[in-house]
């Protein structure tokens, strides 16, 4: 099923087999992944986060909105080359295609401001988007 969080501060660890995954207006206050095997992921930030972060899904869309706050860290991006779609507002610092369970993958990453925090957004089927 579907898992929905409103207006939460902490450490999120959601994760769903077969649903969608959505979390609005969250401040991150840890190390935090949203993930779901089969269905879209989708988090509105509160504020920047100062936390790792990892959104993923296997077949759906993933969508990172910063909500207007301030985009700073590393950008790890990842989508099947036939299947998938990389949608950012910044340039890529480095984009290469990988093997991942025998399938090529387009992964492109940026870093904007400092390394830190890392954040990870990664589909097989469908499209990745980061919005600021």
Do not use: Q, W
């Amino acid at each position: 099923g579907d898992i929905k969080l409103l207006k939460a501060i902490g450490t999120i660890k959601l994760n769903a087999a077969s649903g969608n995954v959505e979390a609005i207006n969250v401040e991150i206050a840890g190390a935090s992944s949203f993930n779901t095997a089969s269905g879209d992921v989708a988090v509105e930030l509160a504020k920047s986060s100062e936390f790792d972060m990892s959104l993923s899904t296997a077949s759906g869309d993933v969508e990172l909105n910063y909500n207007g706050n301030d985009v700073n860290g590393y950008f790890e991006f990842t989508a099947r080359v036939d299947k998938g779609k990389i949608v950012s507002p910044f340039k890529f610092d480095k984009e290469e295609v990988v093997m991942i369970d025998g399938k090529k993958h387009d992964k492109k990453s940026f870093t904007k401001g400092s390394s830190n925090p890392k954040i990870t957004l990664k589909t097989s089927s469908g499209k990745v988007e980061l919005i600021k």
